[in-house]
Structures are given as C-alpha cells and as structure tokens.
C-alpha cells in the first residue's frame, strides 16, 4: 500500500509564504510524477502544479511566477513553496503522485492540508 502525507500547511496573511511538503511511503513502487491539487469551497478540485520524472513542470495559470514545485525524488516527496499568498489561494491542497505499483499505474492522493490566507 502506498500513502502520501502532507504537511505545511496554516493560516498566513495576504503577501506571506508557506511551503507544503509530501512524502510518500510504501514499498514496491515507482513513482512516475507528482503534484498538488486545491479544492476551494464551492469549487471544484484543480491542478496548482504538477512536476514529471524527466523534470517537467506545469502550473495553473493563477500561481505562476507566486508557486514553485519541486521534488526530491530519493525521498519520494514533493514541495509547493508558495509565495505572495493571496486570498484566493484558501483552499485544502491535497498532494497527489501517479504511480506505478504491481505493473498498474494508479492516481493515489493525500489527505489534504489546509491553507488560509486571511488579514
């Protein structure tokens, strides 16, 4: 079984930062990329930013050039430094990593951490 955990997470004011960590535990698998989705309320889940093995990275529109996405692949985790935080950014970030495990690829998600922007 694989399970993703993430931290970081909290209450910051407009113009702070916070950096969300993830890692993934388990044995016998192979991940082929990871992520952070965000689900605001009375808003569907959407993709914040998401990095491949070959280094590949895509962000939403709203975070770039604020968020940056890296990975540290010999720990199987994933960070999302997100920087001149805005109230729109309050949202539940969940991690997510597309893996392969027992020659299947699967999507596994976190349980979600919470980020608010408030004054």
């Known amino acids: 079984q694989v399970q993703l955990v993430e931290s970081g997470g909290g209450l910051v004011q407009p113009g702070e930062s916070l950096r969300l960590s993830c890692a993934a535990s388990?044995?016998?698998?192979?991940?082929?990329?990871m992520g952070w989705y965000r689900r605001a309320p009375g808003k569907e889940r959407e993709l914040v930013a998401r990095i491949s093995n070959s280094g590949i990275i895509n962000y939403a529109d709203s975070v770039k050039g604020r968020f940056t996405i890296s990975r540290d692949n010999a720990k199987n985790s994933v960070y999302l430094q997100m920087n001149s935080l805005k109230p729109e950014d309050t949202a539940v970030y969940l991690c997510?990593?597309?893996?392969?495990?027992?020659?299947?690829?699967?999507?596994?998600w976190g349980q979600g951490t919470q980020v608010t922007v408030a004054s």
């Open positions: 388990g044995s016998g698998f192979n991940i082929a990329a």
């Open positions: 997510n990593a597309w893996i392969l495990r027992d020659y299947v690829y699967a999507d596994y």
